[in-house]
């Protein structure tokens, strides 16, 4: 029974995230890496995922967390849309809580929609042709 107890208190103090790289490792990983690579992963060239989490801070629509840099956290939005995955498993990918990926992924999305206020803008006219 004693050691059923010492086993059971040990258990508590195991972390929830054990192994792997963390998440600003794989980010920094996929835009150092093989061109291709953050294409794969996130869907966007390296290029241009640099360049919108430039933009985002320019405007002062994302900024760095305390733990959690910007290009995390945009890093973390676009794997969750892109591989239709949950929170879970993107807790799982960047190694953190899943309420700190769902904080930062709600920012960012909010981030998003500000921004696509500056760069999708209807036509005035619906005479004209695009």
Request: glycine letters at 4%; proline letters at 3%.
């Amino acid at each position: 029974m004693h050691e059923l107890r010492r086993f059971l208190t040990s258990i508590d103090r195991i972390p929830l995230h054990v192994g792997g790289e963390s998440g600003s490792h794989w980010i920094h990983k996929l835009l150092n890496g093989h061109p291709q690579l953050c294409k794969r992963q996130l869907r966007v060239d390296k290029h241009i995922f640099i360049n919108l989490v430039t933009t985002l801070m320019e405007k002062q629509l994302l900024s760095d967390g305390r733990f959690v840099l910007a290009a995390e956290q945009v890093g973390i939005c676009l794997y969750i849309l892109v591989k239709a995955d949950s929170y879970r498993d993107a807790a799982d990918r960047f190694q953190h809580s899943i309420s700190t990926i769902f904080k930062y992924n709600r920012r960012v999305i909010r981030a998003l929609v500000e921004l696509s206020k500056d760069i999708i803008r209807p036509y005035q006219s619906l005479d004209e042709i695009p």
